[in-house]
């Protein structure tokens, strides 16, 4: 029996196989190095952030503003990206898009001016990444995985820990060592010489004869038309969408303000740039293996039980982070922990929830949509704690207030969210 004749019709009008293909675990294995790139240059940021401050004297609020910029290029780029990948596939989208990143990573190095960082940083990298981030990703595995979703979207986002391990290293390494300039430029090259042949020569969007049916052509082309023109103004409209936008974008939030923020905010309270990046690329490495955790555990136990146990560590996260001080070094360990048990919980969450409830021929469209809508508070919250911190002089309680606030919303709402895909809900 071949391929084909395993094919079965789902509730939503698709079809997918009964067997799982072996094969999508090497593209979980491609997303994992990709999503390593794309969350790696996002936290190195915090890096460059502290040292730019030191060099050219910008105010906070106007230096963290290019992250904010980068968030904005991202949830521009992110719908066209995941629709763009429904229709003509991930390799028309994703290698552009890494030659994108390594031209703006590159012409980072040569900075003289915000005008010039908010260009080449915010836009051109800010797009760059965003060909390489857990949307395009999301949109091919979602159409592999179905049983172990939650398992392959753990490992498949667990690369955003390791690239954020790995590159903040390699970037505290190479700043200390060689200065900035270089730093952007070396990343720049690696972007070119791992993400590009992996991506050109590896990935596949869908298993091969996924959409044989005992429908003719012409059939088939009827329904994914009226399907096209109906099913994503729905879905974007839906309670159940809008839901998800808000428990994301409340708990993305507090997530980017500790990673844009923290090794400052560390280093204010007297400890040292080396300590406070070591410990954040720590998060990197710690948080990888808790991803794994949740998405099993959510396979296991549910989506919400998984999200709820793993969120209520980013507010212990901000607990240590303002009590720490060099007399209190232990506390480091402490955040370390938290942050990485925290963070770790939102990339297969989203994955994984947002395939259960809306996968499908516009699935990568539809997590595009979700991925721009819920970086609007984090765009907005990045500068406005950098601009409190200029009018106040302080981090401190404005900075835990928005963290702890945040997760606490974000859990209330997910349980409002129905998933029939969830162990710990029952549909009737």
Known sequence: MNRAQRAVQTTDGNWKFKEESSYGWILVGISFLSMAFWMGIRSSFSVFYATLLDEFQWSRASTAFVQSITFVMYMVSVPFIGGAIDRFGPRFVILPGIILLAIGLMLSSTVKSLFEFYLYYGIIVGIGTACVSIVPYSAILAHWFEKRRGLASGIA????????????????????????????????????????????????????????SPRSPKEQDSAKDSCEKTKLKKVLLSNQFLMCVAFGSLVLLSVHVILVHSVRIFMDQGISLNQASSALAIVGVVSSLFRVLWGWLS??????????????????????????????EWLIYIFVFSFSAGWGVTAPSFMAILADLFKGERFGAIYGFFEAAIYGLSVLGVWAVGLIYDLKGTYWPNTFIVISGSVIASILIIWLIRNPYDGSVKIP
Request: glycine residues 10%.
């Open 157 to 212: 986002s667990s690369g955003m820990g390791f690239g954020t391990f790995s590159l903040l290293i390699i970037s505290e390494a190479l700043i200390s060592t060689h200065g900035w300039r270089e730093a952007f430029f070396v990343l720049g090259l690696l972007a070119l010489i791992l993400l590009f042949p992996t991506n050109g020569f590896l990935l596949k969007h869908k298993p091969e004869n996924r959409a044989s």
């Open 299 to 328: 396979d296991w136990k549910g989506r919400k039980v998984s999200y709820t146990m793993g969120a209520s560590f980013l507010i212990l996260s901000g607990v240590s982070l303002f009590l720490t001080q060099p007399e209190r």
